[in-house]
């Protein structure tokens, strides 16, 4: 047997320097990129416990997936406050599809339909519930 054997095998890293930290705009980066995370955590935090995000879409064959598929990124009074033409919706829907909102194709028409004729230019402007605390006082 040879004495190869018996000796620690040798690593391919053995006598290499390991690149130094990065410096500059890499480091500014990172750093920007930690903030803009802390800040959407405590942004998240920010938010009212009693608000439902979801009840306020109307009643209607697609409201279930409208729901699913807008306030998987967004609340609903993004929608809500939308007043859109059936062209503009179309194009809408079309644009989230593309940005990972998840729309069974066979229900791309009927959730067109149900934001153009829910989320209008003709109906009325949205209103949000004011909720206690929620603006600043009157003094």
């Known amino acids: 047997m ?12 053995e006598g ?8 500059g705009p890499v480091k500014l980066t ?14 998240q ?9 979801t009840a306020d879409l109307p009643a209607g064959a697609m409201q279930a997936k409208a729901t699913t598929a807008c306030t998987e990124c967004h609340e609903a009074r993004i929608i809500l406050q939308q007043r859109l ?6 194009k809408e829907v079309d644009k989230m599809t593309k940005w990972g909102a998840v729309v069974d194709p066979a229900d791309r028409d ?22 206690a605390g929620a603006g600043k006082s009157s003094k």
Do not use: C, E, H
């Open 16 to 23: 290499t320097r390991l690149p130094a930290p990065p410096r």
């Open 30 to 43: 990172t750093a920007l990129a930690v903030a803009v995370l802390a800040l959407a955590a405590w942004a």
């Open 85 to 90: 033409s059936k062209a503009a919706w179309t």
């Open 45 to 53: 935090a920010q938010k009212p416990a009693g608000v439902n995000v």
């Open 110 to 131: 009927a959730l067109i339909d149900y934001l153009s004729t829910n989320f209008s230019p003709d109906k009325p402007a949205y209103d949000p519930q004011r909720t």
């Open 2 to 13: 040879s004495l190869n054997v018996l000796r620690k095998p040798s690593s391919s890293f």
